[in-house]
């Protein structure tokens, strides 16, 4: 059979819409393809967009929050100048009060500009392994802070593991060299000049501390050698006593001090209420001291581990210290019992983070009982201390650093410092320990030594005879702090 023309164009013609409907499918179909395609990569990139924004958000919480907490710790170390001033002048006579209150408040100042002019930049400045070099003056060195490890970028590497700002890390380690100067306040106290002490502080905290401070918190050579001083019993108290030690021998004992035949007359604080408030203060401010030196809140198990054996050793240490007195005196002596809380709290500072809590309190009872034989032994010696400064950080400040190397338990907080001798380590962590005691102790008492001859040379250190008997706030400031109550300002 044979089709007509017009049939074989109808056929044509639908071949042609078949192909182009075939076609049009095609292109849907590839279509379709080619937008699921693109919402895959959108959501994929939206999802990842929003696993870096939270990642971003919980790195800022991170920082926000460890920021928070070094800056609080910050200030409660700030804080912990009242106590000192509190502490010191009660245990001073009341005509010395004026002067003593004005040494503390001053002392911080001059802290805060010296270790922002130099002694920053000498204690973490990048350099070698004796001092800082990079970033010297004025804390100005590049810094990329918070960022850590690797990522840090900066002058300071020695301290680039705290994801802190660098003002946090700054504020943090400038209350501490405050600290480490008033320090010397209460071992030259009632026959200091008060011009002689603002210079040598400004000396101490610019270069004495922060070199001191490089070898072991800065990258220098006994962190090397393996030394740990978590919070300073060496970097700040020691250092301090080993400062005022110095000062006291060139300065000679106060006037009334020793008798002719060598036997010691009391000399007795004013007021122990002031004392007694004094160092609850400085108690509540080692919570910032110790715990805060962690730098970073972490999961807060180290915070609470070293707030619990910084507490256990203080309390320890006034059990030790009223004993000790009790015995020796026969009657519990309430100077003694706070300077023993004082005592338990710069010997558990070095080692608060690597021992157990048991540990702490055997730490704390030995220093309880080491202040109050300090006490005596620095009295028999004629080394005039009128407050106890030397008795409880320079003495305790050394046996808190050998403690670690006694108790020390490996990673009890994360800190790979090894065992100490009583936990199976062996002799070398207190070998390391005993090598930055020393060397420590010898460049301190030479450089101060040096220090307080070059400002006695130029400006004189002691006050006149008349002006020690008379008292130095009127000698030294023109003024009483009770004036109008002359009983006091005449003993």
Sequence with gaps: MKLSDNSLAVKGQDRSRLTRRKHIMVKSKNRLKLLMCLGIIVLGTGMASVAHAQDAGLNALTVAVDTLWVMVAAFLVFFMNLGFGMVESGLCRAKNTVNILAKNFIVFAIASISFWVIGWGLMFGNGNSLLGLEGLFFASGADNSPAIGDAYQGAYQAIGWAGVPFWAKFFFQLVFAGTAATIVSGVVAERIKFVSFIIFSFLMVGVMYPVTGHWI???GWLQNLGMWDFAGSTVVHSVGGWAG????LLLGPRLDKYRQDGSVRPVYGHNMSMVTLGGLVLWFGWFGFNPGSTMGVGDGSAIAHIAVTTNTAAAAAILGATLTAWMLEGKPDLSMIVNGALAG???ITAPCAFVGVGSAAIIGILAGILVVFAVLLFDRLHIDDPVGALSVHLVNGIFGTLA???FAQDGITGAATGDGLFFGGGFSLLGSQ???VLSVGVFTFV?????WSIVK???????TRDEELRGLDIGEHG???YAGFQIFSNQ
């Design 404 to 406: 670690v190397g006694l």
């Design 434 to 436: 005993f090598i930055g």
């Design 217 to 219: 918190w800065g990258g």
């Design 479 to 481: 003024m009483e702090a």
């Design 457 to 463: 040379s130029l400006w004189g250190i002691r006050v």
């Design 447 to 451: 450089s101060a030594l040096i220090g």
């Design 345 to 347: 709290l710069v010997a």
């Design 245 to 248: 030690l110095a000062g006291a």
